[in-house]
């Protein structure tokens, strides 16, 4: 995650914002997102802190950029990995594998910033609307290969239909796009519970809560993928090659 270098500089890329804002990753690691403020960023960098406000006003301001970098560049990761996929001719299973792959691996590279998006909350921080187009491009990408493994037929009729009136909001079927006909008409609501087991087994790796329980934390992810996937009815094949990630 980190840049080298005790002082902020221009060759973040992009000018002040960029550097400003690499800085704020290494302190996201150092002190966490309730550590993160002008002062700290301004005595991490070697700056004034009028040349952070410069660029991020308020912490708020600079939690929010980070909080919409993190979104991005770990939807792009795993939209990646479904392109890679889709132009190998990998069917739903396979590309589900590689999309959530990408995200573990993406994860375990920048911590700082998965605990700032999937993490406890930041005291006294809102994140306003701006978040929200980056947040829903993960389950977008989620909500598009359980789509494609339906107009396809590779999902398997659920064994039982969940009672009860729908329970989703507008927005969530408009990502899906539309609710489709029985036996699949909860297929949204599957959908969510695969995307919240994905992201607590991430929570669960990540701040190393499986580590005493099974030998291989790698082979254990692909796993327990396979099994949240069954839930949609979605075969995720077995024995693929691991995703290169250090445990």
């Not at 150092?30 to 952070?52: F, T």
């Not at 980070?66 to 939807?75: E, F």
């Not at 978040?131 to 491009?137: D, G, M």
């Amino acid at each position: 995650m980190g840049v080298s270098g005790s002082s902020v500089t221009e060759d973040e890329n992009s000018g002040p914002s960029e550097a400003v804002k690499a800085t704020a990753r290494r302190l996201l690691v150092k002190l966490g997102a309730a550590g993160l403020s002008p002062e700290a960023v301004a005595r991490e960098g070697g700056l004034a802190v009028a040349e952070v406000e410069a660029v991020f006003p308020h912490r708020d301001d600079l939690l929010t950029a980070l909080v919409i970098d993190a979104y991005n560049n770990s939807a792009a990761a795993m939209e990646r990995a479904d392109q890679a996929a889709r132009e190998a001719g990998a069917p739903a299973g396979a590309r589900l594998l590689a999309v959530t792959r990408a995200l573990r691996r993406w994860s375990f590279d920048n911590p700082g910033e998965f605990t700032l998006i999937y993490g406890s909350p930041v005291p006294d921080y809102h994140a306003p609307q701006d978040t929200v187009p980056p947040a829903s491009r993960t389950p977008a990408v989620l909500a598009g290969i359980v789509r494609s493994a339906l107009e396809a037929g590779e999902l398997a009729p659920p064994r039982r239909e969940v009672p009860g009136p729908p329970l989703l909001l507008p927005e969530a079927v408009q990502v899906f796009g539309g609710t489709p006909p029985a036996p699949f008409s909860d297929i949204i609501e599957r959908g969510i519970v695969l995307w919240s087991s994905l992201i607590g087994l991430l929570v669960f790796q990540v701040f190393s809560r499986t580590h005493d329980s099974v030998r291989d934390e790698s082979a254990f992810f692909d796993y327990a993928v396979a099994v949240a996937a069954e839930g949609i009815g979605l075969t995720v094949p077995a024995g693929e090659p691991g995703d290169g990630t250090t445990d």
